[in-house]
């Protein structure tokens, strides 16, 4: 019996392509409510808790915008590195040492005032996401090491290093125990963009990533080396490109993004170090970025789509009885489902045919 083959398809039209993520979600959604019955919760609750709640009110709508902030943020620098085939899994180790670099300046300098304390947090927090990626980069560079079990990796070494800070040397005398640091001063703090609400300017640095993201992608050299190493290697080192370049630059770039992302977070609606400054947001860039289609448009609307989700999750816990694992499968599976359906966007089932005797 021969099995059918997946042959690349010449080129995928745009709707296809718009259809993928859109049938996805769908697919994901029909799977986790039938999940949802199977485990005796209320599906219709649960669906609405997820998908309508989050739109009832200018709070919820305006805690969506917040959560966007840092999804967007980290998924634009993945995905420039997953379109040249590295694949830098370490988004939230590299989150959470963004918001470690970004703290030491109001730790050590509780006292100090003047507005470019948020800016210089900022800046140090993308620094140091780069520098955590910069591991990465060297032992792929010198050993070929894989890149997706040491960036995977180090994002545990990067919680280990938390929990000592916050435990040890830059732990609350006041905390009363609890592993956190002090309070940031107002001037550590990102200025709100919508008031009455926790979003601040980190929306809009999300936003500008994007331009940035779409112009370097679409409209510069080094970003079409980098796709040109992606999709035809071989071509791509007979033209002359170095592939270790492009290993350095697509991982400082994910670090850039995902420790600027954590950066924001601190000085933003968190307003101090915690242990649990990271709800999975380097994890889940990964799904925002292929959700998008790794493409900078796409992933605003992903970013967004899964901030949602993130949101009705919590109601649903709360209104539906949901368990929070649940809401975890939730995303899992509409990865899933979108990487199915991307396959056949890119290739299509070709049948061998028979011959006669």
């Not at 039209?13 to 209320?42: E, F, H, M, W």
């Not at 800046?123 to 070929?144: E, K, P």
């Not at 609400?197 to 080396?225: C, E, H, I």
Request: glycine residues 10%; aromatic residues 10%; positive net charge.
């Amino acid at each position: 019996m021969r099995l059918p083959k997946l042959v690349r398809r010449e080129r995928a039209s745009l709707p296809v392509l718009i259809a993928a993520p859109v049938l996805a979600l769908a697919i994901a959604a029909l799977g986790n409510l039938v999940l949802y019955a199977a485990i005796g919760v209320n599906p219709v609750a649960v669906f609405h808790a997820m998908l309508i709640e989050p739109f009832a009110s200018y709070f919820s709508m305006s805690e969506i915008l917040l959560k966007a902030g840092p999804l967007l943020l980290s998924a634009q620098g993945l995905a420039i590195g997953f379109r040249a085939k590295i694949f830098n899994i370490g988004a939230e180790g590299q989150f959470v040492l963004g918001a470690i670099c970004a703290s030491a300046i109001p730790v050590y300098m509780p006292q100090a005032s003047g507005p470019w304390i948020w800016p210089a947090m900022l800046l140090l927090g993308a620094l140091g996401g780069s520098a955590w990626a910069a591991i990465t980069a060297f032992w792929r560079v010198r050993l070929n090491a894989n890149e997706i079990l040491v960036s995977l990796m180090l994002s545990f070494v990067s919680l280990q290093l938390l929990i000592y800070l916050l435990l040890g040397p830059w732990k609350d005398p006041m905390a009363l125990n609890f592993p956190h640091s002090v309070r940031f001063q107002f001037d550590a703090l990102l200025p709100i963009l919508l008031p009455g609400t926790r979003v601040n300017v980190s929306l809009l640095l999300a936003l500008l990533v994007t331009v940035a993201a779409w112009f370097f992608v679409q409209r510069s050299f080094a970003g079409y080396q980098l796709e040109v190493g992606g999709l035809a290697p071989n071509a791509a080192r007979y033209a002359g490109y170095s592939q270790n370049g492009a290993i350095w630059l697509s991982l400082l770039i994910g670090g850039f993004a995902a420790g600027l992302a954590g950066a924001a977070e601190v000085a933003g609606p968190v307003g101090q170090l915690q242990r649990s400054i990271s709800t999975g947001y380097g994890y889940a860039a990964i799904i925002v970025a292929y959700l998008g289609g790794l493409h900078p448009i796409g992933i605003v609307f992903s970013a967004f789509l899964l901030s949602t989700l993130y949101i009705g999750g919590d109601n649903a816990m709360v209104s539906a009885g949901l368990p929070i694992a649940a809401v975890n499968v939730f995303q899992g599976s509409l990865l899933l489902a979108y990487l199915i359906a991307a396959t056949f966007v890119r290739r299509r089932l070709v049948w061998p045919q028979r011959t006669r005797a």
